[in-house]
């Protein structure tokens, strides 16, 4: 890909630089993004699936359904994309990449400044009194585990439509954008809220705004630049030409 000559300044005279990944950036490590024409919401309704409302209803269906994408995501490793932005961490003071992704593969490529705004895949905790859940999950069981403390539900540790995201998660990302110089979105179809006013929030207060993705988006139009192909093939060839 060329890049443009303007876009390179602007990243080597970058002090503070922050990230928005969302699906795309985890679909070349083989996790399906939810609004793409193969992804999750093609076939599932989220309603049912990733909201309170459908937990009250069903919840073995929506506890079920986590343990079969928890298999997805334990078989799994980060790609190509993840790796570009841990080398891209160490080229500047000021870094943060804020996640919508729960498969923890940010961390586990190495990144050290990641903000979960949706929670994890990873952990659980109970739907009535919150405490976090520490027993091993055994995947395969069909039955819903009841917490200990109150015999109350067991549920992954994700934020579904209509709950509020985390409040320090959410301060600091938007913290992080207001003080960007350039703000990346990548892999996001902007479509869900609070997260996708982030790049608007960095892009009123002055920042640089560029959008990796194969697809045009709600953002496209407000970007900078925009960067046409897969985190996984864009993000390593615009690393190495950074200082
Ligand atoms: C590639 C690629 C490759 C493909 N390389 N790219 C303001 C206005 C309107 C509505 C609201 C609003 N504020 C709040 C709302 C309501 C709601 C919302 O936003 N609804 C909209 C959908 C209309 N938001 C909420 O409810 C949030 N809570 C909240 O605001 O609380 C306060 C409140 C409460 C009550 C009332 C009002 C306010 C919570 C949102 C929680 C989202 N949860 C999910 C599920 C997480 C758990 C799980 O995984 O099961 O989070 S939904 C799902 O969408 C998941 C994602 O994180 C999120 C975003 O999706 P993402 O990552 O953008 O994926 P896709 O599939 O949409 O896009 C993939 C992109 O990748 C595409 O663009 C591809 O082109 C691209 N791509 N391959 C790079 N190789
Ligand atoms: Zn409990």
Redesign the pocket.
């Known amino acids: 890909m060329n890049f443009e000559h303007k876009l390179i300044e602007a990243l080597n005279n970058a002090n503070r630089v922050a990230i928005l990944t969302?699906?795309?950036?985890s679909?070349?490590s083989g996790i399906k993004?939810?609004?793409?024409p193969d992804?999750l919401w093609a076939k599932l309704n989220?309603a049912e699936?990733?909201s309170i409302d459908g937990f009250m209803q069903n919840p073995e269906t929506v506890w079920n359904w986590?343990n079969e994408?928890r298999k997805v995501i334990q078989s799994t490793k980060p790609n190509a994309?993840h790796f570009a932005l841990v080398e891209l961490e160490k080229k500047y003071d000021n870094f943060h990449i804020v996640t919508?992704?729960?498969d923890r593969l940010h961390q586990m490529a190495g990144s050290k400044n990641v903000i979960e705004l949706?929670?994890n895949?990873i952990e659980n905790h109970c739907f009535d009194c919150k405490k976090p859940y520490l027993k091993e999950i055994n995947l395969d069981d069909k039955e819903l585990p009841k917490c200990p403390k109150c015999g109350g539900k067991i549920r992954p540790s994700?934020?579904?439509?209509?709950?509020?995201?985390p409040f320090e998660a959410l301060k600091k990302a938007e913290k992080v954008a207001l003080e960007a110089d350039v703000f990346f979105s990548?892999?996001?179809?902007?479509?869900?809220?609070?997260?996708?006013a982030l790049p608007y929030i960095a892009k009123n207060a002055g920042a640089i705004v560029i959008e990796?993705?194969?697809?045009e988006?709600k953002l496209s139009s407000e970007a900078d630049f925009i960067l046409r192909g897969?985190?996984?093939t864009v993000l390593p060839e615009l690393v190495k030409l950074l200082k």
Not at 22 to 25: M, S, Y
Not at 186 to 196: D, F, L, Q, R
Not at 212 to 215: E, G, H, R, S
């Open positions: 969302g699906a795309g950036i679909a070349e993004t939810f609004r793409d992804g989220p699936l990733a986590y994408r994309g919508q992704n729960i949706h929670g895949i994700v934020v579904w439509f209509g709950e509020s995201l990548i892999g996001t179809s902007s479509e869900v809220y609070p997260a996708a990796v993705n194969p697809n988006t897969t985190s996984a």
